[in-house]
Nanobody, 123 residues
Framework: QVQLVESGGGLVQAGGSLRLSCAAS????????MGWFRQAPGKEREFVAG????????YYGDSVRGRSTISRDNAKNTVYLEMNSLKPEDTAVYYC????????????????WGQGTQVSVSS
């Protein structure tokens, strides 16, 4: 089993930035692709960003491309999501996920999930 814990969420004004962290315990991240998803009230779960286990390949959702960066530090068993130019539409619970089958934008490709961290963007 892999346990994932997100942190770094909070309240930020529109135009600001946040860095979310996802720390793993139990098994390490070795061989696992990592993804960030988000879900706002009344909306479907949305892919935000993904990264291969090596960190060489990344993929971003249309809503955040150009203003978000996903990275990982395998030595620290930690994945990060940096978001800037935040908008009220970014308000959601952000979830970290890990999958053994490689980088994918589909939630079906991930095996382990964190409990989520709330991001609220005020205008």
């Amino acid at each position: 089993q892999v346990q994932l814990v997100e942190s770094g969420g909070g309240l930020v004004q529109a135009g600001g930035s946040l860095r979310l962290s996802c720390a793993a315990s139990g098994r390490t991240f070795s061989g696992y692709a990592m993804g960030w998803f988000r879900q706002a009230p009344g909306k479907e779960r949305e892919f935000v960003a993904g990264i291969s286990w090596s960190g060489f390949s990344t993929y971003y959702g249309d809503s955040v491309r150009g203003r978000s960066t996903i990275s990982r530090d395998n030595a620290k068993n930690t994945v990060y999501l940096e978001m800037n130019s935040l908008k009220p539409e970014d308000t959601a619970v952000y979830y970290c996920a890990a999958g053994a089958r490689g980088l994918t934008y589909s939630a079906r490709g991930y095996d382990y999930w964190g409990q989520g961290t709330q991001v609220s963007v005020s205008s």
